[in-house]
């Protein structure tokens, strides 16, 4: 089966077309845009500007990953007046939207997929809506099924295909209980799978999240959104020049919030304060900026570790997933893997691929296609919208069948 899927959560416009059989994912087509020179004068993702440059981008990103797939063939047909009317309802917040989206359905044929998956929360809820109103147009369109899937799943889900070759993605056979840690620019969750679509949010951030903590300290050393991967660097270079080590005088020393807290809570925004602090009324030297990009970026790895085995160790988890934006951490990855290697050699662990830790949407597609195996059916109703804060606890198979 062949689905399309778009997400529009936050900053990244993405469309993709993947090709799905038995536990094999190819992924036809992906084209993404992303925004993040747009809000890097702004430090951080501003709503309304995201909303336009979503509505602005996505239906060349829909012919892009289409044409890719061999799905865009030329045709001339016309919309009935009424579903045309009915589009022009739907996207009357999304100025030009509804009339792309006619011009695309008159000029090519209906591609043959199955189904449209597509992200509605959590996010930013007026990006999430452009995404929306362009998959429920196209379902009025096309006669296609939607399904409506949560971001964090996708997180999730990222990381259990194993990449096999360009664009081929294999199942990885996974045992349970399974716990995946999620973090990202907006959250920063633990989530214990004691099977196959069952989702229990263990703990959570009281305050920021991990990359927004890795995003405001950027900002306070004067770097640019998205900060992490700045700081991951500049704490790289001071590790090779053996800056802010225990022996260097101008070590920094930053705190480790809820690192003994009995839970699995996290908390950032204190640690990003006391970094606020060290460098108040304080120009720091570009060897000072290093040691405390190491320092944060330890003070951050500790606490995540020490919370993560903590819960592998108490729930006797077979597999680790990891996934979200700030996974793409290549320091993160070490870590994670010395400490499995060291204390934990049976634990399975998993990263997602390259490319789907940020935020993508062939983790949608992926998704999509992951519930349908478990026999989840579509999340399909004409009461779908955008929830900026859907949790993910309410995804389990459980719910459903129950409901
Ligand atoms: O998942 P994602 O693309 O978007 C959200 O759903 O939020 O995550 C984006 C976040 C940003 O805060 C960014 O700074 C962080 O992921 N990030 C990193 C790295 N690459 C991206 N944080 C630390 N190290 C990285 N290499
Ligand atoms: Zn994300």
Redesign the pocket.
């Known amino acids: 089966m062949k689905i399309l899927s778009i997400e529009t959560?936050?900053?990244?416009t993405a469309v993709s077309v993947l090709e799905c059989s038995g536990t094999t994912i190819t992924v036809l087509g992906n084209a993404l845009s992303s925004q993040i020179e747009l809000h890097a004068q702004y430090g951080g993702v501003f709503p309304a500007l995201a909303k336009r440059e979503h509505a602005k981008k996505i239906v060349s990103l829909l012919k892009e990953a289409l044409s890719a797939a061999s799905l865009l063939k030329e045709t001339n047909q016309s919309v009935e007046i009424k579903v045309k009317q009915e589009i022009e309802e739907l996207c009357t917040h999304e100025q030009g939207l509804a009339a792309d989206l006619v011009t695309l359905y008159e000029q090519f044929e209906t591609p043959n997929i199955a189904h449209i998956a597509i992200t509605t929360g959590p996010?930013l809820e007026p990006a999430l809506w452009v995404g929306i109103n362009t998959a429920k147009a196209l379902s009025l369109l096309w006669q296609k099924p939607i399904d409506a899937i949560n971001?964090m799943e996708g997180?999730v889900l990222s990381a259990v295909f194993q990449e096999k070759s360009e664009n081929e993605f294999v199942l990885k056979e996974l045992t349970y209980p399974l716990l995946a840690l999620l973090?990202?620019?907006?959250?920063t969750e633990l989530v214990l799978v004691e099977q196959p679509l069952s989702y229990k949010k263990i703990g959570a951030t009281r305050d920021d999240?991990?990359?927004?903590a890795?995003?405001k300290v950027?900002r306070i050393l004067g770097l640019p959104?998205?900060?992490?991967?700045k700081?991951?660097a500049l704490a790289k270079e001071a590790r090779e020049q053996s800056l802010g080590s225990a022996q260097d005088e101008n070590k920094f020393s930053l705190p480790r919030p809820m690192l003994h807290s009995k839970d699995y809570d996290f908390s950032f925004s204190g640690l990003k304060t006391a970094v606020l602090y060290a460098t108040k009324n304080k120009e720091l030297t570009d060897r000072e900026k290093k040691a405390l990009a190491r320092e944060f970026?330890d003070a951050v790895m500790e606490v995540l570790l020490t919370k993560t085995f903590g819960a592998v160790e108490e729930f006797g988890v077979q597999t680790l997933v990891v996934g979200?934006?700030?996974s793409?951490?290549?320091?993160?990855r070490e870590q994670f893997e010395k400490v499995r290697f060291e204390k934990f050699p049976h634990l399975a662990m998993s990263f997602p691929a390259k490319d789907l830790?940020?935020?993508n949407s062939v983790m949608i597609g992926m998704t999509s296609y992951y519930r349908h195996l478990h026999g989840a059916p579509l999340q399909d109703s004409p009461e779908t919208h955008a929830d900026g804060n859907r949790s993910i606890d309410k995804e389990s198979l459980m719910s459903w069948q129950k409901a």
């Open positions: 959560s936050c900053d990244e996010g971001h997180h973090i990202s620019g907006g959250h999240a991990v990359g927004e890795f995003d950027a959104y998205p900060g992490g991967p700081i991951s970026e979200g934006g700030v793409a951490n290549m320091y993160l830790s940020t935020d």
